[in-house]
């Protein structure tokens, strides 16, 4: 990994997709392996739920999983890395944009997971 802010945390390898989460949900995140069927998210640690979105679940009767699957929850990008560069570049992130946070795995579900 490298050091210098203006080349960044890491290798531009170590960065295996990004997604911004927009209409949709996290459902995005299935556009970055089209056609392989065997790989999944596993959100198991989601960023707090903005306000909002908690009074849209609240009046309308929303389940969780249509919330994750049809809002961003208050996430906008999600980057998929390589595990061995996961802390640099939380670190580099987080300098720039406090709230920054793994939350979750790629697994071989073929489908994204929320709590």
């Not at 998210?41 to 707090?48: N, V």
């Not at 595990?83 to 994204?112: F, H, M, T």
Request: proline content about 8%; charged content about 20%; aromatic content about 6%.
């Amino acid at each position: 990994a490298r050091d210098s802010a203006s080349s960044g945390p890491c290798s531009p390898e170590a960065i295996q997709g990004m997604a911004h989460i927009t209409g949709g949900g996290l459902s995005n995140l299935l556009r970055l392996t089209p056609g392989r069927v065997n790989i999944g998210y596993s959100i198991s640690d989601p960023l707090p739920v903005h306000p909002e979105f908690s009074w849209i679940q609240d009046a309308a009767g929303v389940s969780d999983y249509e919330m994750y699957r049809t809002f961003n929850m208050g996430m906008g990008m999600v980057l998929v890395v390589d595990e061995k560069e996961v802390e640099p570049i939380l670190a580099w992130l987080n300098d720039r944009l406090p709230g920054c946070q793994v939350i979750g795995a790629v697994d071989d579900s073929g489908k994204v997971t929320t709590p």
